[in-house]
């Protein structure tokens, strides 16, 4: 004869052995899924962002942390590297390109560069063959460019066009005049030159509306 408290004891441990199974595989979706939102995450905090260019790039009569590199990183939710240098002209800029942006693989760069060519009487063909090279170089990583362009009345020299030349020949994004409506604006400028706190908020603006596309 069958002893029923030994089957009553097997179906017990079988319900427990089918419980613990079932926390198993719980478990382990659980950790799948979450660890694939967490991969998503990732990927999305590690878009690299590079500001390269002069000293509109590097916040030159902004306060501390207002300069537009820091006032879009906020914008975009994402850390933006600073790479400004006040004085770079394109052919500085050029020398510079493999150390301060290449070598960190971004994804996208923005532009500020050929004011001071146009400052120092650098003839515009010169300054935009740079600045195409540029742009290439940086194509050739799988990275977008967005150019922030100038355009100075009367003392333009062919500027405002080379800039769009450029994006032309590149297929890089360009903003014609990054500093319109900012520039004579004793409100927005803290020198003749360079914007203030609310104007670099103007130009990050700028960068971020053409991001989102």
């Keep these: 004869m069958i002893n029923r408290s030994l089957l009553t004891n097997g179906d017990k441990l079988k319900k427990l052995i089918y419980c613990i199974l079932a926390g198993i595989i719980l478990f382990a979706g659980y950790k799948f899924l979450t660890s694939t939102h967490q991969d998503f995450d990732n990927l999305s905090a590690g878009k690299r962002v590079i500001a390269f260019g002069d000293s509109l790039t590097h916040g030159t009569g902004a306060s501390n942390g207002m300069d537009y590199p820091s ?46 060519d146009l400052k120092n009487g650098i003839d515009a063909e010169t300054a935009f063959e740079n600045l195409k090279m540029i742009v290439n170089l940086i194509h050739n990583q799988g990275a977008r460019v967005i150019i922030g ?11 405002g066009k080379g800039y769009k030349m450029v994006a032309d020949e590149t297929d890089a994004t360009v903003i014609p005049n990054i500093l319109e409506g900012i520039m004579g604006n004793r409100k927005l400028m803290s020198d003749p030159i360079h914007p203030n706190d609310a104007g670099y908020k103007i130009l990050a603006q700028r960068f971020y509306e053409v991001m989102q596309r």
């Design 71 to 116: 006032q879009l990183s906020k914008m975009i939710s994402r850390p933006v590297i600073n790479a400004g240098i006040p004085g770079d002209t394109t052919a500085s800029a050029l020398k510079r390109l493999e150390r301060d942006v290449l070598a960190y693989s971004p994804d996208v760069v923005l532009i500020t560069l050929g004011g001071n």
């Design 149 to 159: 362009g100038l355009s100075i009345p009367f003392r333009d020299r062919g500027f």
